[in-house]
């Protein structure tokens, strides 16, 4: 395990956290406050201090993939969605659900840089709010037919010094739930500079942007 992953085993849940992915939401915080303590010296997670059931759903509400567990006490396992999704969040990251294949690295939720200010990419880091980043997660819906499946892996692929190109099913939606476009193949910018945001227009080449 990472140096940076934290592990806090309960009786019948273990939560990890993984600081690395963490941009700081506080959906754990607000979410149970008796389990996710802030602002408090040493260990922060009190996984006993709700029920499994409860921990669990705080969990899979962190859109980064940070916040994971593992239940202990024969309960379900987080599974991939039965939709793949990617949500453009307004001023904000790609928050991503699905089996996930990040690079080399696997997982059911992530937050991806859009904004190209990212230290950590291709992970958010939240330099987005730093830097000013503005660009709308209500772009125009585009025409699309349904998907014959919506679910399976979705391959993610940071291209060098250029666009996210994922592969496999995903439906790319708006911060307020609206569909934009189905998609078995999409090149998404990373770069934040397309003037066709979320979608890659070459920008990046124009410009000369670096991922450093």
């Known amino acids: ?27 754990c915080v607000l979410g149970r406050p008796e389990v996710f303590r802030a602002n408090v010296p040493g260990p922060w997670i009190e996984p006993d201090s709700a029920s499994a059931d409860q921990v669990a759903m705080t969990a899979l509400a962190c859109p980064s993939g940070a916040i994971t567990f593992e239940r202990v006490d024969g309960g379900a396992q987080e599974a991939a969605p039965p939709v793949n999704t990617v949500r453009v969040r307004e ?17 059911l939720r992530a937050t991806l840089c859009r904004c190209g200010a990212s230290h950590n990419k291709p ?74 945001k979320p979608y890659c227009d070459g920008t990046h080449k124009r410009t000369g942007w670096r991922e450093t």
């Not at 001023?91 to 997982?107: I, K, R, Y």
């Not at 499946?149 to 190109?165: N, S, V």
């Not at 496999?168 to 003037?195: H, I, K, M, P, Y």
């Open 1 to 27: 395990m990472a140096d940076a992953i934290q592990e806090y085993r309960g009786a019948h849940i273990v939560v990890r956290f993984d600081a690395t992915k963490c941009i700081h939401s506080r959906n």
């Open 123 to 196: 992970w958010c880091d939240g330099s987005h709010v730093e830097a000013g980043f503005q660009a709308t997660g209500e772009s125009p819906t585009r025409p699309s037919a349904p998907l014959a499946a919506r679910g399976g892996r979705l391959t993610i692929t940071p291209k060098k010094d250029g666009p996210l190109h994922f592969s496999g099913n995903l439906e790319l939606v708006s911060g307020t739930g609206r569909t934009l476009d189905r998609l078995s193949e999409a090149w998404l910018c990373r770069c934040g500079r397309s003037q066709d």
């Open 91 to 107: 001023n904000g990251p790609l928050a991503v659900h699905a089996d996930l294949g990040v690079g080399e690295a696997s997982c």
